[in-house]
């Protein structure tokens, strides 16, 4: 059965071209401990993981390459970020679409160390109001952190806007970038980003395993992990210098390997073009089944700009139900649930019965989209009759 994968909001696939073939050369030819050793393979191996730091800086408008930290997913960058910044007696202001990646952390602190967090709710469409940003700022305020684009609708949170008024309260602000990296422009000194976490497994079309933090020069975090770092052996203390500070323990050279010639691909077809490539699909399937009975639609109306990220239900089927039958019947890969952010049902209107969701990568075609709304169609006539 051919496979119809609609399930990018978690991990792209299938990976561009180039992605597998950095990875095999690298196995094949240096995959030796980057950094550890002097010889020629072990150089090769560093030098190929910094020359991913340099891609990711371009993306990302970042001026120093060494102010990216490797980690292996966007959770532990976000745990970096998060952790080794706030401390007791702090206050975060987040919002109400926050991944569990972001709200856990932030929840697990304020039960260990007593911070305090102000959860800010988005108002019509799912859109934010700066205002409401605005009248949570304390004299505590240590952090900012808000997700670009939900995991569950793709509604977008007015970043460089939210960045104006930290810089203006002179308050760090983290971005979780996980539905956007590697689809929608991020500039962090434009949009005064001094925490910047991103998946590499999505967006950037690295494999998993892959993911980073952009850790603003100026700020210094508390590392997760203090270890080896193959560099100032001599001392007893976690080296200061970056990337080694937060990089302890042998990087994942392969990964990183592959996460740069992902990176390749979205800086030679440009952001523009994939983002409108999904926008594209998105509001076609969006239109399409507006028209569809028993189906309902959630998250911001088709007018709205947003990321590739749809959800909606059945009437008369659990969202894991349609999920099963998606895949089973019609070789179609969805996900079904929650999606890690129950908060963000309860904002949405979903927290009773969870929903269906698509995520599209630059890899769909309108042909998957006829798929899908076929399938759904026929399900949806199946049940009603
Ligand atoms: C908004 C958001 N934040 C964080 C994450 C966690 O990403 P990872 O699986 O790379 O840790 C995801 C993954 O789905 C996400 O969508």
């Keep these: 059965m051919k496979i119809t994968y609609l399930d990018n909001a978690a991990s792209t696939w299938p990976k561009p071209p180039g992605v597998k073939e950095a990875m095999v050369e690298c196995l094949d030819e240096y995959a030796a401990n980057p950094g550890r050793g002097g010889h020629r393979l072990g150089l090769r191996a560093s030098k190929a993981i910094f020359h991913t730091r340099v891609k990711l800086a371009k993306l990302f408008q970042i001026s ?54 102000s959860y800010v709710r988005p108002r019509e469409q799912l859109q934010f109001n700066l205002e409401d940003f605005e009248r949570e700022f304390r004299r505590t305020t240590r952090l900012v952190v808000v997700s670009h684009a939900s995991n569950l609708v793709g509604s977008l949170a ?24 590697g689809v929608f422009p991020i500039d962090v000194e434009r949009m005064n980003i001094q925490l910047l976490a991103f998946p590499g497994h999505k967006g950037l079309y690295g ?6 933090l952009y850790i603003h020069p100026q700020l210094d975090l508390e590392p997760m992990m ?10 007893i203390e976690q080296p200061l210098t970056r990337p080694d500070r937060y990089e302890s323990g042998t990087l994942n050279t392969v990964g ?6 992902g990176v390749d691909f979205v800086l030679k077809t440009g952001i523009e073009q994939i983002r409108t490539k999904e926008a594209r699909l998105t509001y076609d399937l969006i239109r399409r089944l507006e028209e569809v009975k028993g189906v309902t639609l959630y998250g911001p109306n088709k007018e709205v700009e947003r990321a590739a990220v749809i959800s909606f239900s059945i009437e008369g089927l659990d969202a894991s139900e349609v999920a099963y039958i998606l895949d089973q019947e019609y070789g179609i890969a969805v996900r079904s649930g929650y999606h890690c952010t129950p908060l963000g049902h309860e904002t949405v209107g979903t927290i009773n ?16 989209v006829d798929v899908l709304v076929h399938a759904i169609v026929d399900i949806c006539q199946k049940i009603s009759s």
């Excluded at 007015?158 to 990296?181: N, Y």
């Excluded at 203090?226 to 001392?235: C, I």
């Design 64 to 117: 120093n390459p060494n102010d990216i930290a490797f980690t292996s997913n966007a959770t532990s960058a976000i745990n970096l970020g998060i952790r080794g910044l706030v401390k007791s007696g702090d206050h975060v202001i987040t919002t109400t679409m926050e991944h569990n990646s972001v709200r856990r952390p932030l929840e697990y602190l304020k039960k260990t160390q007593g911070i305090e967090i």
């Design 158 to 181: 007015p970043i460089e806007q939210i960045g104006a008024l930290c810089k203006k309260h002179q308050v760090v602000f983290m971005v979780d970038a996980s539905q956007t990296a």
């Design 207 to 212: 494999p998993q395993g892959t993911g980073g």
């Design 226 to 235: 203090v270890g080896g770092t193959g560099s100032h052996s001599e001392a």
């Design 256 to 261: 990183i390997v592959g996460l740069g010639a």
């Design 353 to 368: 019965q969870g929903s269906v969701r698509v995520g599209f990568g630059y890899f769909n075609t309108e042909e998957d």
